[in-house]
Nanobody, 124 residues
């Protein structure tokens, strides 16, 4: 059973940086693709960044690829989302998720396991 837990959400000002963490337990990177999604107020859940199954490749959405970086620790137990130059549009609940499907999955419907989410609020 895969279990995911996000942390690191905070209230920050525009232009600030923030790093989110996702602690993963169970058979994760070796048999799942892991990714980050976010959902703002009144918005659909949207793809942010993801690792492929086996963590061989990464991909981030065009809206964040120049500011966000996805990474993991050497032991592959924690995934990170480093966010720079945050703006108000980045305000959302951020979720980490795991997919049993191959490749980098961009749709939240392709993910089988979810964390509880961590809130990021960007405001001056």
């Amino acid at each position: 059973q895969v279990q995911l837990r996000e942390s690191g959400g905070d209230s920050v000002e525009p232009g600030d940086s923030l790093t989110l963490s996702c602690a993963a337990s169970g058979p994760t990177f070796s048999s799942h693709g892991l990714g980050w999604f976010r959902q703002g107020p009144g918005k659909e859940r949207e793809f942010v960044c993801a690792f492929s199954w086996g963590a061989t490749t990464t991909h981030c959405a065009d809206s964040v690829k120049d500011r966000f970086t996805i990474s993991k620790d050497r032991d592959s137990t924690t995934m990170y989302l480093q966010m720079k130059n945050l703006n108000a549009e980045d305000s959302a609940v951020y979720y980490c998720a795991a997919s049993r499907q191959y490749g980098i999955r961009l749709s939240w419907r392709d993910y089988n396991y979810w964390g509880q989410g961590t809130q990021v609020f960007v405001s001056s």
